[in-house]
């Protein structure tokens, strides 16, 4: 009972901020409903039990993601108005493939059903929540059995990196840089010049 | 499970070699006081033979890694070559044009590199998450590659409209992962295969996930209705990353499509064969039809190639060892004639300056014969004239689909090559039969050159050696189609 009065204060919260992050006029307000979406769709991924996502959700996309877009939001001057003026007209048609997308899907999960021996067959089983933690058992497989996809996962982000350097980083001639080696070297009396200077006369 | 066993290691030894490869190569680019294009480029070039040569050493028998991830057989590793080798030679092709444009920055080859890489991990994919995972190794470089031209703003919005509809598709592709998982309770590709064997009543799910996979993969090759980032991407990003666009990642995307179809799903062929029948109709009226209005040339190829992709479907939809097998063939000479047509595009610039325009081939014949030659040979074989190897890769696939009684398949095809024969045949005539305006330049280019000629001698003389060919696609259809 009280599952469920949670369940769905957290449902409704989610999907009303989520509407606001598309709605809201001014953008800082959207990227602040974006947190919140965020937020409850972690209170609900604890509810599952799953509190490993739950913590990444808070701490990625919260974390990282949603203030680097507070940033750029800030920084730069976009027109948002502007970039949104389309959106009257390109509502019905949108709205509609959505809304048949939407009854297909409803109508698929209402008439299919699963396989009974499907859950023979599960790749890698969830284990009893009360024996051994989500966090653990992910710890478990995913440098074992899933190392595999989880380097490559590595190697996508190593390009990820790559391709956004090779895009946006223009050389500056006139920046100044660290020279490690020359601030080392540099010497007392090449820098320091001690003069004393006679009363009435100053220097040079 | 002990995933780390050597021999089981062993099997993945060519992707292992590359990947480590290609951060050595990141680390000399990264550390090295000036940006140093061709050494990294050269090396980088040595990397993917020594890769292919490894390919081609290596045990032809079916085995799996990684508790079932990977699969290596003979199928696999005859598509890795032909990746690896077409990405080789696109690099090789780049040199020159790249230091043109000012965009002879050391992380192309460095980015090629890694997209080869994935693609060699899309044709081993033998589980839903290293499916997933291996196609975007593969698409981020491409998107980057596309948009590295950043001053020019066709290229930025090249990268952009890519990166974006590639988004779109990878998210269908996983949401019909997402669907297969749910339904069947697995990810490796053989309990999928198990876990649908003998049903008679498929559940909707497992059909909608199976369709859904089908659309995201059938845009990464580019297949009607999934075709309309193509022509632009094409015609926007510089000319050596189009070049490498129509030659390799093609035919990593085909074997994905074919391994996913033959393997997991190959019962269920009643459900899907209907759906390629309809992709490949599609795409070989579009590309036949739509091409014959382009002035733009690398326009022009794009449509040409979603054509070709229809063509090579009609192999999947015969869904036999025939079908897999013209599969192959066809796309080891689509590879080549690609390689030729794009040397030729690649030479195209006049008093320094990159020309786009049909129109700016006119007269070749008169100032460059031996060039108007060879391109002449790429386009009669493009266009499936005998003696030429296009006529071949054509015939083998049309066999394929009369051998499974796909009627329509084998008719539809022969209609729109005639079609499509017309604007391969006008290139022809405007290089031939109409007066010059100014010509393009002379290429200096002394490896495009013996690309060209090495590409051309090969069209033309596979009627005297197919053998290698032959025999390499009939070993891996077997190992594929048992």
């Known amino acids: ?204 | 499970m002990r995933p780390f066993e050597a021999p089981a290691l062993m099997i993945s030894f060519p992707e292992l070699i590359l990947a480590v490869l290609a951060m050595i190569l990141l680390m000399l680019a990264v550390v090295g006081q000036k940006e140093n294009y061709r050494l990294i480029s050269r090396l980088g070039v040595f990397a993917l033979i020594v890769i292919a040569t490894l390919l081609f050493k290596s045990n032809p028998e079916t085995g799996t890694s990684f508790g079932g991830m990977f699969i290596t057989d003979s199928f696999a590793i005859y598509m890795k070559m032909l990746v690896a080798i077409g990405s080789a030679v696109s690099l090789m092709m780049a040199g020159k044009s790249l230091e043109r444009e000012k965009i002879d920055r050391v992380e192309y080859p460095v980015l090629i590199l890694f997209s080869t890489l994935g693609m060699m991990l899309m044709i081993s994919a033998n589980d839903l998450i290293s499916l997933y995972v291996s196609l975007e190794l593969q698409s981020f470089p491409l998107y980057v590659l596309a948009a590295i031209q950043r001053d020019s703003t066709r290229s930025t919005e090249a990268g952009l409209k890519y990166f974006v509809l590639g988004s779109l598709s990878s998210g269908l592709l996983l949401y019909g992962a997402s669907l297969i998982y749910g339904f069947t309770g697995a990810t490796g590709f053989e309990p999928i295969a198990q876990a649908l064997h003998g049903q008679t009543a498929v559940s909707l799910g497992i059909v909608t996930g199976m369709v859904l996979m089908i659309c995201g993969m059938a845009f990464k090759v580019s297949a009607v209705p999934f075709h309309m980032w193509a022509p632009d991407v094409y015609e926007g990003a510089p000319a050596p990353v189009t070049a490498f666009f129509a030659i390799a990642p093609k035919v990593a995307a085909i074997a994905l499509l074919a391994r996913v179809l033959m393997g997991p799903f190959g019962d269920m062929i009643g459900l899907w064969q209907q759906v390629i029948i309809a992709i490949s109709i599609a795409s070989m009226v579009l590309g036949g039809v739509a091409a014959v209005t382009q002035t733009n040339i690398k326009r022009l190829l794009a449509y040409s190639s979603i054509g070709h992709m229809g063509y090579a479907l009609i192999g999947l939809a015969a869904a036999n060892r025939v079908g897999i097998q013209g599969i192959v063939i066809y796309m080891t000479l689509y590879m080549l004639m690609s390689i030729g047509v794009f040397c030729l595009v690649l030479m195209m610039k006049r008093r320094d300056k990159v020309v786009e325009g049909i129109s700016d081939l006119s007269g070749l014949a008169k100032q460059q014969p031996m060039l108007a030659l060879a391109m002449s040979i790429m386009m009669f074989s493009m266009a499936g004239i005998p003696p030429l190897a296009g006529f071949f890769g054509k015939l083998f696939i049309f066999q394929a689909a009369v051998s499974a009684g796909l009627y329509t398949l084998a008719v539809t095809g022969v209609l729109t090559s005639v079609v499509a024969a017309y604007y391969y045949l006008r290139i022809i005539k405007v290089m031939y039969f109409e007066d010059a305006a100014a010509g393009i330049d002379k290429s200096e280019d002394t490896g495009l050159n013996l690309i060209l000629i090495a590409a051309s001698l090969a069209v033309v003389l596979f009627i005297v050696l197919p053998a290698p060919i032959l025999n390499g696609a009939a070993e891996a259809a077997l190992s594929l189609v048992q």
């Open chain 1, 1 to 204: 009972m009280i599952e469920a009065i949670f369940f769905y204060i957290f449902s409704a919260v989610l999907i009303l901020s989520a509407a606001m992050v598309v709605s809201a006029r001014n953008p800082v307000h959207a990227v602040l409903f974006l947190i919140l979406a965020f937020f409850n769709a972690a209170s609900l991924f604890v509810m599952l039990g799953a509190e490993f996502i739950a913590m990444t959700l808070v701490i990625v996309y919260v974390g990282a993601v949603a203030v680097l877009f507070l940033f750029v939001v800030m920084m730069l001057d976009i027109n948002f108005a502007e970039l949104r003026r389309g959106m009257m007209k390109h509502l019905p048609v949108g709205g509609f493939v959505g809304v048949v997308l939407l009854i297909e899907l409803i109508w698929l999960y209402v008439t299919s059903q699963i396989d009974p021996s499907a859950a023979s067959r599960v790749a890698s089983p969830v284990p009893d929540a009360n024996v051994i933690t989500n966090t653990h058992a992910l710890g478990q497989v995913l440098y074992t059995q899933y190392v595999y996809p989880f380097q490559i996962s590595g190697l996508i982000l190593l390009v990820a990196m790559i391709g956004a350097i090779t895009l946006t980083l223009r050389p500056l001639p006139r920046a100044r840089r660290q020279n490690v080696s020359k601030q080392v070297s540099r010497e007392v009396k090449d820098v320091l010049k001690v003069i004393k200077v006679e009363t009435g006369a100053g220097v040079e």
